[in-house]
């Protein structure tokens, strides 16, 4: 293979290097902002209870300061009662006293199922308490290991960007604007290998990038010729592995 594309492949290998090491630091942050916003849902679910509690709490003490506002009815009527001057007064009162225990009876139904309600709730508050603490220990967990991880990549990647500098300083200035321009189409993917089908010639011809049948023509010209040659199809610069260069 000629100064060239060795050059341009010695490149696209960092530059392959690099893909790597920037999808995994990817992952490493997106594993604690996932984590993060695991947290930051199950606090506004905490929120959202401690705001039922409190409703129900404020519903509950309504319905025992009407049950004892009753019971004072009651009182007061039963006072009456023993001083009643006729049977018919007699009567009506006692038909009231019966009317606000009926009453009663109900508002006490009311108050215990309200009490239930907010049992239930303490019950679910308790139970993303758990799971919050848990996310809590996870995330710290993840940015522990996650935060020596992220530091050796970064490392890694610092290397990396320096040889590709090294790399590209090998290559003319048209060639690697063009290196550069095919790999912003080809998500950073700018060479593609001559593959050869079949065992002895011809050959059938294959983009090794998008695996489309190419002319016998690229891979006689760089036999010879040390220069920049395009997919038909894709676009990708075409290169000839050491071992096919003469089959
Ligand atoms: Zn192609």
Redesign the pocket.
């Known amino acids: 293979m000629g100064k060239l594309l060795e050059a341009l492949q010695k490149l696209q290998t960092i530059e392959n290097q690099l893909a790597e090491v920037r999808r995994r630091l990817k992952s490493r942050s997106a594993a604690v902002e996932s984590q993060q916003a695991r947290i930051a849902a199950l606090q506004a679910d905490q929120e959202a209870l401690h705001q039922t509690t409190l409703a129900r709490q404020k519903q509950a003490a309504s319905v025992e300061l009407e049950l004892k506002s009753r019971e004072t009815e009651v009182t007061k009527y039963r006072t009456a009662l023993n001083i009643a001057k006729s049977n018919k007064e007699y009567a009506t009162i006692l038909t009231h006293i019966n009317t606000i225990k009926a009453d009663n009876s109900k508002l006490e139904d009311e108050a215990l199922k309200v009490m239930q309600a907010v049992d239930a709730v303490k019950l679910q508050a308790q139970e993303i308490k758990a799971k919050l603490e848990q996310a809590q220990a996870n995330l710290e967990e993840i940015q522990r290991t996650s935060s020596a991880e992220i530091a050796r990549l970064q490392g890694i990647l610092d290397d990396l960007q320096a040889k590709r500098d090294q790399a590209a300083a090998d290559v003319p200035r048209d060639q690697l604007g063009v290196f550069n321009r095919v790999g912003s189409t080809r998500e950073g993917d700018a060479m ?1 290998k001559i593959e050869f089908h079949g065992k002895k010639p011809p050959y059938e011809y294959v ?6 049948s ?1 002319t016998a023509e690229h891979a006689n010209a760089l036999r010879t010729r040390d220069e920049l040659r395009f ?6 610069i ?1 290169y000839l592995e050491e071992e096919k260069q003469q089959p």
Do not use: I, S, V
């Open positions: 593609a983009c090794g990038g998008c695996y489309m190419l997919c038909d199809n894709c676009g990708r075409l």
